[in-house]
């Protein structure tokens, strides 16, 4: 098993910054393609950026081109979301995923390991 545990969430003015950490743990975890997804209420759960299993690789999506960096340091066993510029529309509940199926998603359905994600509340 593989737990995942966010953090760094919290409430910014629009045009701040914040950046979150996943933290990765358990018995069978060994590093793997990682991503970062957002829900707000009401919506489905997006894609926002991913992460190859080195830190060689990373996509995002093209809302957050730019503004965000994913990164990873697998001596710690952490992945990293810098968000920077954030926008109100982008408060959500922000989730870190791994996947141990497939080497490169932005399905949701393709991640097999959730954390519990972690607030993120951007003011105007």
């Known amino acids: 098993q593989v737990q995942l545990v966010e953090s760094g969430g919290g409430l910014v003015q629009a045009g701040g910054s914040l950046r979150l950490s996943c933290a990765a743990s358990?018995?069978?975890?060994?590093?793997?393609?990682m991503g970062w997804f957002r829900q707000a209420p009401g919506k489905e759960r997006e894609f926002v950026a991913r992460?190859?299993?080195?830190?060689?690789?990373?996509y995002y999506a093209d809302s957050v081109k730019g503004r965000f960096t994913i990164s990873r340091d697998n001596a710690k066993n952490t992945v990293y979301l810098q968000m920077n510029s954030l926008k109100p529309e982008e408060t959500a509940v922000y989730y870190c995923?791994?996947?141990?199926?497939?080497?490169?998603?932005?399905?949701?359905?393709?991640?097999?390991?959730w954390g519990q994600g972690t607030q993120v509340t951007v003011s105007s």
């Open positions: 995923a791994a996947t141990y199926r497939v080497a490169l998603s932005t399905r949701p359905s393709e991640y097999d390991y």
């Open positions: 358990g018995r069978t975890y060994v590093p793997s393609p």
């Open positions: 992460i190859s299993r080195t830190g060689a690789g990373t």
